[in-house]
């Protein structure tokens, strides 16, 4: 990764019109908005990215930021990556009654992974399957929000697009993914991979959701040798669950 040193070095070969003194006050700035979360070289690729030259390898100039630096407010964000999980999109009604769509997916790149929200058109792609899983992408643009779990959030609005760099399966590299034991768990991981022995499975249940439409939802009690965990299933996952029984490998 590159130093503080080497950023402002390279900010200043393509800008010439910008001070060394002034990066450095644009980078404390963008450190004290983060409360103080950011390190200097993820302020640093900020502001980069903010005047168009950031760079993460020698010689070559990109305008993306590393996921792991992404904070919540900052409203014009570039990132790329690898698409790990897609949703299909669903509508919705805008106060003014006017129908509107969102969709989300998981985009992951060497630092970390983040949600992205598609709003409008855009979400038509999850349902078109250009965004799926293996494809990468780059969000330009895009404004970062804070999501339900409080964790930042990248949603790609009017302003933003979307690129499709390379489509599922095309780039010849599969998703590498770990499996995590139960003790090692928590809440700050955005997905992860189990496997574990089946303690206990609830019958699934009938539920109405707040907009009238009905759903299913099961639980289960997972263990393995580090601890034991809640899983819970919905809708048509959950009436897989009558067939898993006590002591099933899941």
């Known amino acids: 990764m590159l130093n503080l040193?080497?950023?402002?070095?390279?900010?200043?070969?393509?800008?010439?019109?910008?001070?060394?003194?002034?990066?450095?006050?644009?980078?404390?700035?963008?450190?004290?908005?983060?409360?103080?979360?950011?390190?200097?070289?993820g302020a640093a690729h900020m502001v980069a990215s903010d005047l168009g030259v950031s760079v993460t390898g020698p010689g070559s100039f990109k305008t993306?930021?590393?996921?792991?630096?992404?904070?919540?407010?900052?409203?014009?964000?570039?990132?790329a990556g690898t698409v790990v999980l897609a949703y299909p999109s669903q509508a919705f009604q805008r106060r003014d009654g006017a129908q509107g769509r969102v969709g989300r997916f998981v985009l992951q790149d060497r630092t970390g992974s983040v949600k992205v929200v598609l709003w409008d058109e855009k979400a038509e792609l999850?349902?078109?399957?250009?965004?799926?899983?293996?494809?990468?992408?780059?969000?330009?643009?895009?404004?970062?929000?804070?999501?339900?779990?409080?964790?930042p959030e990248v949603n790609v609005g009017g302003r933003g697009s979307l690129v499709?760099?390379?489509?599922?399966?095309?780039?010849?590299?599969?998703?590498?993914?770990?499996?995590?034991?139960?003790?090692?768990?928590?809440?700050?991981?955005?997905?992860?991979?189990?496997?574990?022995?089946v303690v206990s499975a609830s019958t699934p249940s009938t539920f109405t959701r707040p907009n009238g439409t009905s759903g299913r939802v099961a639980r289960l009690q997972v263990g393995d040798e580090t601890g034991q965990i809640r899983v819970v299933l919905w809708d048509e996952k959950a009436e897989g669950a009558e067939e898993i029984s006590k002591d099933a490998a899941v």
């Open 64 to 79: 993306t930021v590393d996921i792991r630096d992404l904070i919540i407010g900052a409203s014009d964000v570039s990132v």
């Open 164 to 197: 499709i760099q390379t489509s599922p399966g095309e780039s010849g590299q599969r998703i590498v993914t770990s499996r995590k034991k139960i003790g090692d768990v928590t809440e700050k991981d955005l997905f992860v991979n189990l496997i574990g022995t």
């Open 126 to 151: 999850l349902d078109q399957r250009r965004v799926a899983p293996e494809a990468t992408v780059r969000v330009n643009h895009g404004y970062v929000r804070a999501g339900l779990d409080g964790r």
């Open 5 to 41: 040193e080497e950023i402002i070095r390279r900010i200043l070969a393509q800008r010439s019109d910008v001070t060394r003194e002034t990066l450095l006050r644009l980078v404390q700035e963008k450190r004290d908005s983060a409360g103080r979360l950011l390190t200097d070289e």
